[in-house]
């Protein structure tokens, strides 16, 4: 009987494995082993382009321009948009959602209660002079939000739909100028796909003549685009262990749709690219611009895929003998031109924070500045809304690390003006967390380190400016140090392992706090060296 169970198991697995999923043969079988990353200067580009938490990504093409979105969960401004002139070299541009609020209390400095949810896949489109933006959060429903410039200013959002339990949206203008939008309801591991005719503003479906597409299966990803005389709704699906792509079409929204065709084998190794943006490229050729569904410590990573076309079916990937695409680590560049340098450096000397940065939730303002003190940026401390617990700390100011070669992050504080029992740093935070600060306490200054908990406190001659700094490689060990002139880096406690946690990668960010709110610090400056 023993046997005879094993044997049905092995088949079952087997069965579950093969159908409609064949693994992919892949040039790489270690993730996070690449040395090169982006454009080179031969001409060619190495994935992932963007080795950093971009998730969840869609692509547009207006003129020469292409415009994505990433989704972002519970951090503020939400949103992010891209922008790229050759598909490979990106740069952050702005956000769609600049006050999170609008969503729900929850996303606030005062409750941050929405790690793991908040803005999940969206999709970003063009139409008559307009870009819309549309997405769902996995509690609140479905929203909209337009700009006539994909730097903003944007919309308040128009909540569409307003149910817990839909994802992954996409919309489409037909022939006629319908405007169309698809979206799934994935409540109860219900998984189902439907159609709604949306208002051409994007500010209102019918929700009473929905058309279910589809159900079952961990269907997610749905993107709607149009080539020649075929709608096509691309999305992933999970099998053997992983997610692949699957494509329907049909030559009226309406229908009828075809049966789904596989499109991509199984990526395991590769961190299975599935979602995102297909967009035509500068030369005519296609691509797909999409972020590895299976996050690491770096977040879940962007590459671009070529676009085979079979059959008038897109293939994303290198195009296998069984006419499946699988990943691809190079290819030659859409556009050839200037290499960007990767490096970032912000003196806080402009009216607005950098667009590269995002509160950890919808900030406190009152707390922060950049009118203080000209180019400085003025954080004030705050109350831990829990304690012992340091993702319970509003005003953290983060941006997003990369997997590379060499990362140094650092921070010039001004500390004169810290009150008794603050503490100020630089922290790199997503399941567990680690920080190198400043603690000021009977008059003393003392360099602090924090593991998750595990603590080490060294004492430093009174001293008006501290530098913290952070140096990681590819296996995202962060080591931390101090200095008190700038020239001479000490190092302080156990190297910190960067980690993966609420569907995010590890950030780095900026921060202090104090229990009654005295105290503040003005950062001169931050920079990260990226190589």
Sequence with gaps: ??????????????????????????????????????????????????????????????????????????????????HST???QWSIIG????????????????????????????????????????????????????????????????NIL??????????????????????TLFRDRRYETYLFKMTSDCSAIDREQALLLHHGGGREASKLIQVGAWYYLIYSRTGG???????????????PWSEEKQITALNIASNQPNQGGMVEGPNGQWCFFTHHGKGDWEGRAASLLPVTWIDE???????????????????????????????FFDDFDGPRLDANWEWNYYPYHAKWSLQARKGFLRLHAVRPLKDNDFKKIPNILTQRVYRIPHNEVTIK?????????????????????????????????????????????????ATADIWLRSTWSMDGLSRFTYSTDGIHFYAIGTPYQFTWGHYRGTRVGIFTHHSGEEGFVDVDYFKYNKE
Excluded at 241 to 255: D, E, I, L
Excluded at 319 to 324: P, V
Excluded at 450 to 459: K, L
């Design 162 to 183: 307003s149910e817990a339990g839909w994802d992954d949206c996409s919309a489409i203008w037909d022939s006629d100028g319908q405007a169309w939008f698809v979206g």
């Design 313 to 343: 079916w897109p293939i994303p990937g290198k195009l296998q003998a069984d006419g499946l695409g699988c990943m691809q680590w190079s290819a030659k560049m859409p556009l050839a031109g200037i290499i960007k340098n990767h490096n």
């Design 413 to 461: 504080l001004d500390v004169r003006k810290m009150a008794t029992g603050q503490v100020a740093g630089l922290c790199h935070y997503a399941q567990s967390y680690a920080y190198v600060g400043v603690l000021y306490e009977e008059g003393r200054y003392r360099i602090l380190f924090n593991n998750h908990g595990t603590t080490e406190v060294r004492p430093i001659d």
């Design 86 to 88: 050759d598909l490979v």
């Design 241 to 255: 262990g992983s997610r692949y792509m699957v494509a329907r079409r049909a030559k009226h929204m309406r229908g």
């Design 1 to 82: 009987m023993y046997l005879k169970s094993s044997i049905l198991l092995c088949v079952f697995f087997l069965y579950v494995v093969s159908f409609n999923a064949q693994p992919a043969t892949e040039d790489r079988s270690v993730w996070g082993t690449w040395d090169k990353w982006g454009a080179q200067s031969d001409g060619s580009y190495c994935n992932p382009i963007l080795p950093a938490d971009f998730s969840d990504l869609d692509c547009i093409r207006v003129g020469s321009d292409y415009y994505a979105i990433s989704s972002t969960f519970q951090y503020a401004p939400g949103m992010v948009v891209l």
């Design 95 to 158: 956000h769609a959602v600049e006050d999170i609020r609008q969503i729900g209390p929850e996303l606030n400095w005062d409750r941050m209660d929405r790690y793991g949810r908040g803005i999940w896949a969206g999709s970003i489109r063009y139409h008559e002079g307009r870009f819309y933006v549309l997405f769902g959060t996995p509690d609140e429903g479905f929203f909209t939000t337009w700009a006539e410039h994909p730097s903003g200013p944007w919309a308040p959002l128009t």
